[in-house]
Structures are given as C-alpha cells and as structure tokens.
C-alpha cells in the first residue's frame, strides 16, 4: 500500500487509475484492509483527484471509497469526514453515465448502514440528483441509483419521506414492469422501504398504482424479483384493514398463495408473513385467504420447509388464521395442521421461537375450535399447559350435540378424560366436570379407572344364594 499511494500523483494517468483501482480491490477484499487505506491517509488524495481528474480516474477513485466504506458503519463515517460525499454528489451530474454509477455507488453503500450516515448522504443533497439518475436510459445506472434510494430510505419515515418529496416514487413505479430483472429487484426494494414505514408513505406508494401490475412480478422467472414483490405487498399490507381489502380485491392474496407454492426457502417467506398479517386484521379478510386455498399452502410450508424461521412464520400465519371464529378454526384443522405444529412445538430440535410460535397458534386455532375429530388425537398427546384448552372446548361443545356425546363415548375420548389427574379446583378439573355431567353417572364409573376392580372385588365378596 505504501508503494501504491505515490502512485496516485503519477505523471502518467493510467498509471494512477490502475493504482486507484488496485487499492480498491484490496480495500473490497476485507475490512482490515480497508483500514489500512484509511491509516495511509489515502482517502483525502482520492478525494482531491476526484474533483480534478478525468472519467477513468473518477471511476476508479469511487471505486476505492465504496470499498472502504462497505465494510462497516465506522470506515463509511471516515470517508464522510474527509470530505467525499459533496465530491461524490458533483459526480452525480456528471457527464459520463458510468462515473454517475460509480458515485452513486459509493453514496448508496455509505448511507446503508445506519440513519446518520444516510443522513450526511440526504444532506449533501445526493436525493434529487438520484431521482434523475432512476430516469437515465443506461440500465446500469438505473440499477444503482433505485439501490440507493433503497438503502436511504430504510432506516426512518423522515429518511423515507425525503426520498418522495424528492418525487420518486412515481418514477420508481413506472420501472416495475421493466424487462431487466436486476432493475426490477431494485424498484420493489426500493418502495417497500418506503411503504414500511408508516401508513401515509404506504398509501402514497400505493396511489401510483403499483396495483395489480406489480403483481405480474410474482410470476417472473426471476426468484428475487418474486421475493421483492411479495416484501413489497407485505409491507402495505400490514398497516391497515384498508390496505390489505385493497390488496385482495386487486387479486393479491391468490397472487401471493401461487407464488408461494412456486418457490421454496427464504424466497417464500415475505409471502408467508404477508398472509399472516392480512389474516390478523380482521375475520373477513382471514376468510379471503381461506377461500383464497391459502391454508393448505401453508400447511405444505409448515411441513416442507427444513428452516425453524420459515416454520415459525407459516405457524404464526395459520395462527392468525385460524384464531377469528370456529369456522376459521375448522379451515384450518381439517388440514391436519394440529399435529404437526404440536409436534414441532414438542420436539427438542425447534428453535426457542418456532416453538413459542406453533404453541401460540395451537391456543389460538383451540380456543375457537369446535370441529371435534380434530380435537381428539390431542386427548391422547398433548402437554398439560395445552390439554387444558382442548379438555376446554370439549366442554363447551359436548353439552349441546348428543351426537358429538355418543361419539366421545365410542371413541374412547370420555375414558381418556376420566383418566387425566386434575388438580382439584383448578380449570381443568371444571372442564372435566362439565364434561363428566353430559352423561348418566354410571356411564362415567364405568370409564373411570380401577372401575374393573371394583366390580370384581364385588364378584369376591358376593354370595350366591
């Protein structure tokens, strides 16, 4: 490093472009590195260069700070402090289209990391400078200039409402449908930062009528366009009631359950998340994913996918599901879906938070659910903590169905129960009670346990006459 740094003031131009250029793959190599271009004071000579050289030095010097400055918040604040970001902005007028995309680069690369170095990029003024570049015809820098206005807006809704004011978000919406798939990841990044953050930057992106075209972008071949597009959704849709009807009536729910089942892994997971937060909102809206076949498609997640995360959020989303009304409920049961969360609720391999989760959602589909078949295999298998609810809804269902009573006799469901040891007073032993008073009260001796005993030792001490 010591040898390439005089070479930066070579008489010889491509002599200092290649000089810069080496510096930059070593500092983009690693972090240890790049500290060492900073310690060589080498970043305030880049700096000046940048102002003074031609397009190739240009290049190559922002090549340099945006290997410095991606490696991590502190090197990315050395670069701002030597002065780079009012450089790097006059390159965003630039001329030339590739020294436009090397600045935009770097500017995109500092602010991700954190709301103040965004912050010293928005107030260097690089927002509308940015927003020009998205409306270049070189695709390329296009790319950079969306992937910048992403990692800008990600942090905070002021961040994010610079970005709009700034007008984005209707040039960023004309550019979903484009043919090149990089672009198109960018775009949909780009807007679901802006649409998480609050409800108004959600209805704003949502006014410049991403709907239904962005939904074309579930189908693409690309996978991360499809993941995008679903983030995208997801971070609408979470906000409002509203948002999430608008959603639906656009056909997005289907949309989302097909592009699940065409994708596996990470991809699937904002898709997974977005069901669930358009179920949570309402029983209606849990209704149109139903009818949407949404539960299956899950169930298929829930069982399929080999990561807990991907697990946890297919649980939590039947969860939402079928938590509203014992309709929802039975949606969601006859799948045979019970089982399988609480056997990953049970199982040591689960991670902390898949387990929490699927508990979570076997109170909430219990809770409300009547449909007894699938009810009773878990009379047999499940925990204390869970019997209790569905010894529970038991109780709430048999005392008004004789049909469901004479079934839970044959099936063995009322021997069960007799045989479950209840702490007197506790919850469970009501429930039991309230069960144990739909039936005759030999029908519950007959079942309980050590009723056989009992009859023979009345055979011992019986006499015939």
């Not at 995109?108 to 998205?134: F, K, M, W």
């Not at 949909?188 to 239904?212: C, G, N, R």
């Not at 045989?419 to 032993?429: C, F, M, N, R, T």
């Not at 030999?442 to 019986?462: A, H, K, N």
Request: hydrophobic share 45%.
């Amino acid at each position: 490093m010591s040898l390439l740094r005089p070479l930066l003031l070579d008489v010889v131009p491509t002599i200092q472009q290649t000089a810069a250029l080496a510096l930059g793959r070593l500092a983009n190599y690693n972090d240890d590195l790049a500290e060492a271009v900073v310690k060589g004071d080498i970043l305030p000579q880049l700096v000046y260069s940048l102002a003074e050289q031609n397009r190739f030095y240009k290049k190559a010097a922002a090549f340099v700070l945006r290997a410095v400055g991606k490696h991590s918040p502190q090197l990315a604040q050395a670069i701002v402090d030597c002065g780079a970001l009012d450089t790097l902005v006059i390159c965003l007028e630039d001329f030339d289209p590739g020294v436009k995309e090397a600045a935009a680069w770097a500017l995109g690369y500092i602010a991700r990391h954190n709301t103040e170095l965004s912050q010293a990029v928005v107030d260097a003024g690089a927002i509308p400078l940015l927003v020009l570049c998205i409306q270049e015809p070189e695709i390329a820098l296009k790319r950079i200039a969306a992937s910048a206005l992403s990692d800008i807006s990600k942090h905070s809704p002021e961040l994010a409402q610079t970005v709009v004011d700034a007008g984005a978000i209707a040039h960023l919406a004309q550019m979903i449908l484009n043919s090149d798939a990089k672009l198109k990841r960018q775009v949909l990044s780009a807007l679901s930062q802006i649409a998480k953050h609050s409800v108004d930057l959600a209805e704003m992106v949502v006014e410049a009528e991403i709907f239904p075209v962005v939904l074309t972008c579930l189908k693409d071949k690309d996978e991360y366009v499809k993941k995008n597009a679903c983030t995208l959704i997801r971070e609408i849709a979470k906000h409002t009631p509203e948002l999430s009807q608008l959603i639906v009536n656009a056909g997005g729910v289907a949309a989302v359950i097909d592009c699940i089942g065409s994708c596996k892994g990470n991809i699937r997971l904002p898709g997974i998340m977005m069901l669930g937060y358009v179920a949570a909102h309402s029983e209606n809206l849990a209704m149109a994913v139903i009818i949407s076949k949404g539960v299956p498609q899950l169930s298929i997640c829930l069982s399929e996918e080999p990561e807990d995360h991907i697990k946890a959020a297919a649980a939590w989303a039947l969860g939402q599901l079928g938590r509203h009304t014992p309709e929802h409920a039975r949606a969601v049961a006859v799948t045979n879906t019970l089982p399988v969360l609480l056997s990953l609720y049970m199982s040591p391999e689960s991670s902390e938070d898949l387990q929490l989760k699927s508990k979570k959602a076997i109170k909430n589909i219990l809770q409300k659910c009547t449909y007894l078949p699938a009810l009773e295999p878990f009379l047999y298998d499940a925990p204390p903590n869970i019997l209790k609810h569905v010894v529970g809804q038991f109780s709430k269902v048999l005392p008004h169905d004789s049909k469901a009573r004479r079934l839970f006799v044959t099936s063995g469901g009322l021997k069960k129960v007799q045989e479950i040891k209840a702490e007197p007073g506790s919850l469970l032993q009501e429930y039991i009670n309230s069960i144990n008073n739909c039936y005759p009260e030999e029908i519950v001796r007959y079942y309980s346990p050590g009723y056989s005993d009992t009859l023979l030792q009345r055979v011992d001490s019986y006499q015939p006459l």
